[in-house]
C-alpha cells in the first residue's frame, strides 16, 4: 500500500486530504507543524507528500529544501492559498510535481492525482528516454489525450524540474483542456526558466 504525508496546519484541510487518501488506497500520516513533517520524513519512507507552504516554525518551502539536501526525492505536491510565480519556481527547483491552490475539493485532489504518475520518484532518464517520452507527448497532443500528455510530461519534470520545455507544454495541455489557472501557472513558470 503507498503511503502519503499530509502537512497542514488546518485540521479541516488534513482531515480531507486524508479522507480523500485513503479512498484512493493510500496509508496516510498526518503532521500540523514544519518540524513535525521533517522528523516524519527523517525517519519514515512516503511514497508522496501533501505540503503547505505556510506553517508554523518552519515553512513548507524550507521542510522541502531541507529534505532535498538530505537526499531525499519523494515526489511532493505544494498545498497553498497564495500562489505565486515566486514560490512556483523556488518548489518546482526543488522538485515539487505541482501546486493544489486552496480551496480545493475532493475531486480536485482526485483529479490531481490522476494526471500525475506517481511512480515519479525515478532517477534522471537518459536523453533516448526523453526523446521517447516527448514523442509520446507528441502522439498525445495529436490524439487530443491531455491528461494523458500531463502525466507524461510530469515525469519529465521530475527528472529534470529546471528544463524549460515541459512547462510550455504543459500551459498548451490544460489551455487544451479549459484549465486557465494551471495554464497561466506554467506558462508563468516556463517564461522563468526560458531565459536561464
Same mark, same amino acid.
Given at each position: 500500500?503507498?503511503?502519503a504525508?499530509?502537512?497542514d496546519?488546518?485540521k479541516?484541510i488534513?482531515?480531507?486530504l486524508?479522507k480523500?487518501l485513503e479512498?484512493e488506497?493510500?496509508?496516510?500520516?498526518?503532521a500540523?507543524?514544519?518540524?513535525?513533517?521533517?522528523?516524519?520524513?527523517?525517519?519514515?519512507?512516503? $511514497?508522496?507528500?501533501?505540503?503547505?507552504i505556510?506553517?508554523p516554525e518552519i515553512s513548507?518551502t524550507?521542510? !522541502?529544501r531541507?529534505?532535498r539536501s538530505?537526499g531525499? =526525492?519523494t515526489?511532493?505536491?505544494?498545498i497553498?492559498?497564495?500562489?505565486?510565480v515566486k =514560490?512556483?519556481? $523556488?518548489?518546482? #527547483? !526543488?522538485?515539487a510535481?505541482t501546486? !493544489? %491552490?486552496?480551496?480545493?475539493t475532493?475531486d480536485?485532489l482526485? =483529479?490531481?492525482? #490522476? %494526471?500525475? =504518475?506517481l $511512480?515519479i520518484a525515478?532517477?534522471?532518464?537518459s #536523453?533516448?528516454?526523453?526523446?521517447?517520452?516527448?514523442?509520446?507527448v507528441?502522439?498525445?497532443f495529436?490524439?487530443?489525450?491531455?491528461n494523458?500528455?500531463?502525466?507524461l510530461?510530469?515525469k519529465l519534470?521530475?527528472?529534470d524540474?529546471?528544463?524549460a520545455?515541459?512547462?510550455?507544454?504543459?500551459a498548451k495541455a490544460?489551455?487544451?483542456?479549459?484549465?486557465?489557472?494551471n495554464?497561466?501557472k506554467?506558462?508563468?513558470?516556463?517564461s522563468v526558466?526560458?531565459?536561464?
Amino acid at each position: 500500500m503507498k503511503k502519503a504525508l499530509v502537512v497542514d496546519d488546518t485540521k479541516n484541510i488534513r482531515l480531507l486530504l486524508e479522507k480523500t487518501l485513503e479512498i484512493e488506497g493510500f496509508s496516510v500520516e498526518t503532521a500540523s507543524t514544519g518540524t513535525e513533517a521533517l522528523n516524519k520524513l527523517r525517519t519514515e519512507a512516503f $511514497d508522496l507528500v501533501f505540503l503547505d507552504i505556510k506553517l508554523p516554525e518552519i515553512s513548507g518551502t524550507e521542510v !522541502l529544501r531541507k529534505i532535498r539536501s538530505e537526499g531525499n =526525492n519523494t515526489p511532493v505536491i505544494i498545498i497553498t492559498a497564495y500562489p505565486t510565480v515566486k =514560490n512556483a519556481v $523556488d518548489c518546482i #527547483q !526543488l522538485g515539487a510535481i505541482t501546486y !493544489l %491552490q486552496k480551496p480545493f475539493t475532493a475531486d480536485r485532489l482526485k =483529479n490531481t492525482l #490522476q %494526471q500525475f =504518475n506517481l $511512480d515519479i520518484a525515478s532517477s534522471r532518464g537518459s #536523453q533516448g528516454e526523453k526523446s521517447e517520452i516527448y514523442e509520446e507527448v507528441k502522439n498525445a497532443f495529436s490524439e487530443s489525450d491531455y491528461n494523458k500528455a500531463i502525466s507524461l510530461l510530469s515525469k519529465l519534470l521530475a527528472a529534470d524540474p529546471t528544463d524549460a520545455r515541459p512547462y510550455k507544454l504543459l500551459a498548451k495541455a490544460y489551455k487544451r483542456l479549459g484549465d486557465e489557472d494551471n495554464a497561466n501557472k506554467f506558462a508563468k513558470v516556463y517564461s522563468v526558466f526560458k531565459d536561464e
